[in-house]
Antibody, heavy 120, light 112 residues
Framework: QVQLQESGPGLVKPSQTLSLACTVSGDSVSSGSYYWSWIRQPAGKGLDWIGRVSTTGTTTYNPSLQNRVTISVDTSRNLFSLTLNSVTAADTAIYYC????????????WGQGSLVTVSS | DIVLTQSPDSLAVSLGERATINCKPSQSVLYSSDKRNYLNWYQQKPGQPPKLLFYWASTRQSGVPDRFSGSGSGTDFTLTINSLQAEDVAVYYCQQYYSYPVTFGQGTRLEI
């Protein structure tokens, strides 16, 4: 059974870069036709899709974040990562990584989430 | 972007009764070529990530109790929970994948 685990700093200063990794266990990030996504949730609010990366490295981003976000896959370490530049307090949220089995964004497996606070 | 509007925002239902949650996309999520509705339902309990309940609007994910059902098409969808149990307390979200960016509804909080 696949497991996803987010990791990274819990506190980031405004204007700096948020970096998170999602380590995958029980499966390979490069197997099948998986797509790996990042989704965030501000405290007490709803879910916002950030973007995704395929096993071949093809990315799709939410246009609202496209100029600040990079998602990549590292097959040697079996993980995928998120980088978000020029953060503000509005980027404070729980960040989830999730798997879709194919190009259809049906998220069948999720990490437990990583709280990132943007504050000086 | 496709906006998903859920109703109600919250509801309280007695144990053993039926809960009904609605989701209305701002445009149809029925893809004409394959006749499938590109809509999912998730359940999120406090402190946990969302859990997939239904995909293609009405296909139950493995392990989801059959008291849960998903229905609807186009711009009108419903999640129904029959014989409500205490463990069903959660926030429920719909999500569309008809077009990018993927979007979610604002959530419906279900209480006993």
């Amino acid at each position: 059974q696949v497991q996803l685990q987010e990791s990274g700093p819990g506190l980031v200063k405004p204007s700096q870069t948020l970096s998170l990794a999602c380590t995958v266990s029980g499966d390979s990030v490069s197997s099948g036709s998986y797509y790996w996504s990042w989704i965030r949730q501000p405290a007490g609010k709803g879910l916002d899709w950030i973007g995704r990366v395929s096993t071949t490295g093809t990315t799709t981003y939410n246009p609202s974040l496209q100029n600040r976000v990079t998602i990549s896959v590292d097959t040697s370490r079996n993980l995928f990562s998120l980088t978000l530049n020029s953060v503000t307090a509005a980027d404070t949220a729980i960040y989830y990584c999730a798997r879709a089995l194919n190009a259809y964004s049906i998220f069948d497996s999720w990490g437990q989430g990583s709280l990132v606070t943007v504050s000086s | 972007d496709i906006v998903l509007t859920q109703s109600p925002d919250s509801l309280a239902v007695s144990l053993g009764e039926r809960a009904t949650i609605n989701c209305k996309p701002s445009q149809s999520v029925l893809y004409s070529s394959d006749k499938r509705n590109y809509l999912n339902w998730y359940q999120q309990k406090p402190g946990q990530p969302p859990k997939l309940l239904f995909y293609w609007a009405s296909t139950r994910q493995s392990g989801v109790p059959d008291r849960f059902s998903g229905s609807g098409s186009g711009t009108d969808f419903t999640l129904t929970i029959n014989s409500l149990q205490a463990e069903d307390v959660a926030v429920y979200y719909c999500q569309q994948y008809y077009s990018y960016p993927v979007t979610f509804g604002q959530g419906t909080r279900l209480e006993i």
